[in-house]
């Protein structure tokens, strides 16, 4: 249908806008684990709420409908999105991801999935050439672009030339984005991962995650998975979720403003060695972020120079929580040494440039004067601990 994206936002696609006979214009919060039935043999289309509940039902078509896909899926978290995609493999089956991914996703892999018989190989799907490490039984590529917290950016289009080519799965992780910047099924995605939690929620106060789909047959199968495990997304954080959507463009416009001003200032403040954001003009993945993505968002991680510095911020802050997560109204710092990332190998840690010195900030909605006020004071407040 034809509705622009912030149309979207608030009416899906239209046509499932809750016209009961209250005419309620906030869709209701449908609180029922179970629904009656007209006789044997019918249903209203509602069985039991860990198949499918009214007000799940609507986040689901307005995120598919975001996307630009034929369904979407909500979870209780993104973490319980993405356990439940893995579901769609086998013991034997190997799997390619970039590895620089969400902490959560890494430890699932190495913990859970190779458990489970599933194989990995974590590499830079920046830099090498993934046709390398395809294999008889390569069934999926996992990427997340920019990704977490480097901010290096990921070619989606030339990713899924090689996924058609050998009939592999792409699956994207879109949460950095959010379907306002980026929409990976116009890249060649097969399968989109958001954690809602973050932009889509977009207030820190409701944990989500969605598998947006463009086939019926991958719909169908993961539609069997979500009742069978019932990792679906509870009523009440469906209206939320549908709440905080409501508002999803201009929460993307403003934070990626304010994200725009701290790079701006970081690039000048001497004790910073390296800024981190697909915006700076003339950096690796800034003509990729722009071919593929109508903005840079609002992530972006910087280097100080000594991992005292970097505590020493943390500590100092006066408006700027440090705290796990992103996408919401409040600006975050976050640790992704000890914090996001801590499961991964230290090793692979380096590797990645996830140092002790490295600092991940998510721009929120406030006054860019005051968040550059405030991270001003932390910096400058350093030498009087030594
Ligand atoms: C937060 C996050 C997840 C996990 O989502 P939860 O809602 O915290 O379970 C997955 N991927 C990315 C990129 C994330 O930022």
């Known amino acids: 249908m034809g509705f622009e994206f912030a149309t979207k936002c608030i009416y899906g696609n239209g046509k499932d806008y809750d016209k009961d006979k209250t005419g309620a214009i906030s869709f209701p919060i449908y609180q029922t684990a179970t629904y009656a039935h007209p006789e044997v043999g019918q249903s209203t289309g509602f069985d039991y709420s860990r198949l499918q509940n009214p007000t799940r039902q609507q986040v689901e078509h307005v ?72 294999k008889d039984n390569t069934k999926a590529i996992f990427i997340e672009t920019p990704t977490n917290p480097m901010m290096s950016v990921i070619d989606v289009r030339k990713v899924s030339e090689i996924a058609k080519r050998h009939g592999l799965l792409l ?18 995605a097969d399968l989109i991962i958001h954690s809602g939690t973050k932009f889509l929620g977009g207030h820190n106060d409701t944990l989500s995650g969605f598998i947006v789909t463009n086939s019926q047959e991958l719909s169908d199968k993961l539609r069997f998975l979500i009742k069978t495990v019932g990792s679906g997304l509870a009523p009440f954080d469906s209206w939320l979720i549908l709440r905080g959507i409501k508002t999803l463009p201009i929460r993307m416009e403003k934070a990626q403003e304010n994200a725009k001003a701290i790079v701006d200032y970081l690039i000048k403040e001497p004790k910073v060695l390296k800024v981190y954001y697909p915006g700076i003009e003339g950096t690796k993945g800034y003509e990729i972020c722009k071919s593929q993505a109508s903005g840079f968002g609002s992530m972006l991680t910087f280097e100080v120079e000594s991992r005292e510095l970097a505590l020493h911020i943390l500590k100092s802050t006066k408006l700027i929580p440090f705290a796990e997560s992103l996408g919401g109204t409040e600006t975050l710092l976050t640790y992704p040494t000890t914090q996001t990332h801590a499961d991964v190998p230290e090793e692979v840690r380096i590797k990645i440039g996830i140092t002790d010195r490295v600092l991940r900030l998510s721009a929120g909605i406030e006054d860019k004067q005051d968040l550059i006020a405030d991270l001003k004071q932390a910096f400058s407040s350093f030498k009087k601990d030594i």
Not at 76 to 99: K, V, Y
Not at 171 to 188: A, C, H, R, W
């Open 63 to 134: 995120v598919a409908a975001l996307e630009g896909g034929v369904d979407a899926l909500a979870f209780s978290s993104g973490m319980a999105a993405i356990t439940t995609l893995m579901e769609l493999f086998r013991p034997g089956d190997h799997l390619i991801t970039d590895a620089d991914l969400y902490g959560g996703s890494i430890r699932l892999f190495n913990h859970v999935s190779e458990k489970n018989g599933i194989t990995f190989s974590h590499i830079d799907c920046a830099e090498e050439d993934i046709e390398n490490y395809v």
């Open 171 to 188: 699956i994207v992780d879109n949460t950095f984005m959010s379907p306002y910047f980026q929409k990976p099924f116009e890249l060649g």
